[in-house]
């Protein structure tokens, strides 16, 4: 499959997937029962962010991809700095 025969991820679409490994993520993290991410999770989240990161304009949305995974992070850091204090 060519780059242009790929179906175009839409951000919410791709940013709702991230969000599930993002929580399981901090999850795993945080010592809460959750399995590990397995060889097949792994492979479509990288896959999803990559194709996502790689689509053509307008549906390249690796800058958003980026800033809202970089928030997502800064607001668990500093949940996890407060609620330590």
């Known amino acids: 499959m060519t780059m242009s025969e ?18 399981k993520l901090k999850n795993i993290l945080e010592g809460i029962p959750e399995q590990q991410f397995n060889s097949e999770e792994y492979i479509m989240l990288y896959t999803t962010i990559y194709n996502m990161c790689t689509q ?22 500093t949940s996890m700095v407060q609620f330590s204090q």
Do not use: N, V
Not at 6 to 16: A, D, P, Y
């Open 56 to 77: 053509k304009p307008p549906q390249d949305y690796s800058q958003q991809l980026y800033d809202r995974y970089r928030d997502s992070f800064e607001e668990y850091i």
């Open 6 to 23: 790929r179906k175009i991820i839409e951000l919410e679409t791709g940013w709702e997937f991230m969000q599930k490994g993002i929580t």
